[in-house]
């Protein structure tokens, strides 16, 4: 029998590779990755480093894949931030909020995200005004067809004192913390440690920042003939495929949470509050980490299709790997195996490491049994 | 009013939450109502009769046909009405006694492949009308029922081989299915497109639709097996050392004692993977093939018809919830209904 699966899968792997061999020496492409070390010639709308035409394809790869971590990273944010927050609201004792969460809920998981996206950017954000019509807010922040142009901070001279004084308060809010919860050991008395770290760090860069003549002012989006120029802008493609894929992977992260608090069995609430602990605190010492060992799991295979659906945005020509590298590069240089196999590899790497990631948490969290 | 203290009103910070929430709906449902129903235009026949300033569904009812069959020949549609009538004669099967055979059920769905095929596809006295006019809901339906019904066998003897004892099977097993839940669908997509026609030897070429069929298939597969793995791993070992301790061989063993445990199990699981699949027909698109979704893009694309795409989207996506939403209420219900039984028994 195995040797059977092993012989078959010979056959077929030779078969095919001779075939494709052929393909390519009748199509006269030549394969190797010799190819991501030459010019690409074409331009990228959006690149956190420096790249334009004459870079090469192996710069123009790391670009988009730049491109997409951005992306996500700002989804898995945001997704996660409205997904708890609808959740929660799903279990609200309040009726209306209730039923607004779950009708959320249910109009946002049914509807494909591919519609969604086109939603977003084609009806949305494509009948925003031009330039020169922008809605503005307060003259520093300005949206128009060509994206969201926000001001852009600039570090003058002896910002380093800043963020000297920003990592003094990190370590004095992290003493600060260990401190009490010493004391708290030993005599069971409780400190405030949110809000006196909470100034320690806010507050001491700010000092700084003031003593220092501000050594950081802002450039602002300015209009300039047909468009605006200097700020940070935010494409209408990035923020299109953002709306689209945290609104549609909140709808399940809310489910994941709703699970899982449901998860965590009543007698659970009633053993904290009958120990004394105040409802905030039974919630976050008691109620949250057990349901966090539920939640976590399902919650991080949420933020992997996030990044695998990120790949959606090759439909409305978001620079990320997919467009660029499997659209673009492959278009250009006619080398599909290599492009196709790098970009899955790309994908592959990614979540094959982070499910790793979540095996080892899963046995690290899981329930101890007795015995 | 009891009802309206306890539920909305019990609190402080309740009732300011209820507030907000009547505020946001005020702020919603007025306009959205308005524009959709009230200032809707819903008769005519081009874009001068969308006056209103509401939304102009005449350019969705002008375009359904295409919605919904594609390029299909008109004079041949009714082909595609008959195969959208299948579903009946499988809820009559379902309902009859027969219902409980597994045999039975795979002859009627092989049957049906062949006939659907055979009047989709035309041949054999029908006229052929090639699969590059196939479109609309009819394409997004024939990608689903297809992935479905392929990735669903497939799904299964991939989550066996998974648990097998054979090594090699299962080191096989568990490759192909971390590798495809590894990667996106779109780029398994671009894959069928780009990559398989290098595969094959030269001058063998696919149809552009099986390309994408055996992409969808193979994607979906792999989370249908991860779904059946769950379902066996819940059987207790007693079922299966039962079952060997009667002298069952081991697809007996399977067939006849582990699998309808398993799957009966997972149902829920089994079609919340049938959503996902429906939801990721609409891919298809990128590669150049036009469903639904697929469809609409091109109509609002029509300088006719320019600046009604709102439109256009919001009745794919009704047709998208309503498809979506009836599934997982079904399985919810079935859900429900199995729990039901199992505490019966117990």
Redo the contacts between chains.
């Keep these: 029998m195995q040797l059977a699966v092993v012989a078959s899968l010979l056959v077929a792997v030779t078969w095919i590779a001779g075939n494709t061999a052929a393909n390519l020496e009748s199509r006269g492409i030549a394969s190797g990755f010799g190819f991501l070390s030459s010019e690409s010639g074409f331009g990228i709308i959006q690149s956190l480093i420096a790249y334009d035409e004459s870079s090469s394809y192996g710069r123009a790869f790391v670009v988009a894949l730049l491109n997409t971590l951005v992306v996500s990273a700002i989804g898995i944010l945001l997704a996660t931030g409205v997904g708890f927050v609808i959740g929660i609201a799903r279990l609200s004792s309040n009726w209306l909020v209730a039923r607004l969460a779950g009708g959320y809920v249910e109009v946002f998981r049914n509807i494909p995200l591919l519609l969604q996206l086109f939603f977003w950017y084609f009806a949305v954000l494509r009948n925003l005004p031009s330039p020169r019509q922008s809605i503005s807010v307060m003259d520093s922040v300005f949206l128009n067809i060509r994206g969201l142009y926000l001001p852009r901070p600039v570090a003058g001279e002896g910002i380093g004192w800043v963020w000297l004084a920003l990592l003094i308060a990190m370590a004095s809010a992290g003493v600060w913390w260990r401190l009490a919860r010493r004391h708290q050991d030993a005599t069971g008395e409780r400190r405030a440690v949110f809000w006196p770290c909470l100034a320690m760090l806010a507050g001491l860069p700010a000092l700084v920042l003031v003593l220092g003549g501000a050594p950081l002012h802002f450039e602002f989006a300015e209009l300039r003939g047909f468009n605006f120029v200097g700020g940070i802008v935010l494409i209408p493609e990035l923020a299109a495929l953002v709306l689209a894929l945290s609104a549609y992977t909140a709808a399940f992260v809310a489910e994941i949470v709703r699970a899982g608090i449901l998860s965590v069995d009543r007698g659970q609430t009633e053993a904290a509050r009958a120990l004394g602990l105040r409802r905030g605190l039974s919630l976050r010492l008691v109620i949250i980490p057990q349901a966090m060992r539920v939640i976590i799991p399902p919650l991080t295979s949420q933020y992997l299709n996030l990044v695998k659906n990120s790949s959606l945005a090759a439909a409305i020509a978001y620079p990320e790997l997919v467009s660029v590298f499997a659209g673009t590069v492959l278009n250009q240089t006619g080398q599909a195996i290599e492009v196709i196999a790098l970009t899955m590899g790309v994908y592959l790497v990614l979540s094959l490491s982070i499910s790793a990631l979540m095996n080892w948490y899963n046995q690290h969290s899981m329930l101890r049994g007795r015995g | 009013m009891n009802w309206l203290r306890n ?2 009103f ?1 609190s402080p910070l ?1 009732s300011l ?2 507030l907000a ?2 505020g ?2 005020w702020l919603l449902l007025p306009p959205l109502v308005g524009w959709a129903l009230v200032d809707a235009d819903f008769h005519g026949s081009s874009r001068a009769d969308c006056g209103s300033g509401g939304a102009c569904w005449v350019f969705v009812i002008n375009r359904l046909d295409q919605f919904l069959y594609g390029l299909y020949p008109l004079e041949q549609r009714w082909r595609v009405n008959c195969v959208l009538l299948a579903p009946l004669l499988f809820i009559v099967l379902a309902r009859s006694r027969r219902a409980g055979r597994i045999r039975n059920w795979a002859a009627a769905i092989g049957l049906f492949i062949v006939v659907a095929t055979w009047l989709l596809h035309g041949g054999w006295g029908l006229p052929v009308v090639e699969t590059t006019r196939w479109g609309g809901l009819m394409l997004t339906l024939v990608v689903a029922a297809v992935g479905m019904a392929c990735s669903l066998p497939l799904g299964i003897l991939l989550a066996l081989g998974r648990q097998s004892e ?4 299962r080191a ?1 097993c568990v490759a192909f299915i ?2 495809w ?7 398994v997509l ?2 069928a497109s ?2 398989l ?6 001058g063998v070429s696919f149809d552009k639709l099986l390309r994408a069929l055996i992409g969808v298939t193979l994607f979906e597969s792999a989370y249908m097996a991860e779904v059946v793995r769950g379902g066996l791993q819940a059987i207790p070992r007693g079922q299966y050392e039962a079952a060997a301790a009667i002298g069952l061989g081991y697809w007996r063993r399977m067939g006849l004692v582990v699998l309808p445990q398993a799957l009966r199990l997972v149902i829920p699981g089994i079609v919340n993977t049938f ?1 996902a699949l429906f ?5 298809v ?2 590669i150049g093939l036009f469903d639904l ?1 697929g469809m609409v ?1 091109a109509a ?1 694309a029509d300088p006719a018809w320019l600046g009604y ?2 439109e256009g ?1 919001v009745f ?2 009704a047709v ?2 309503l498809f ?2 009836g599934m ?1 209420r079904y399985s919810q219900a079935l859900e429900a209904r199995l729990d039901q039984t199992t505490h019966e028994r117990n």
């Design positions: 539920n909305l019990n309740n939450l209820t929430s009547l946001l709906l054979l090594p090699v099977v096989v971390e590798f839940r590894g990667v996106p669908l779109i780029t671009f894959m780009v990559m026609p290098l595969f094959l030897p030269e959503i939801k990721d027909t609409t891919l698109l990128i979704l893009q609002i795409s709102v989207y794919a996506a998208f919830w979506c939403f997982s």
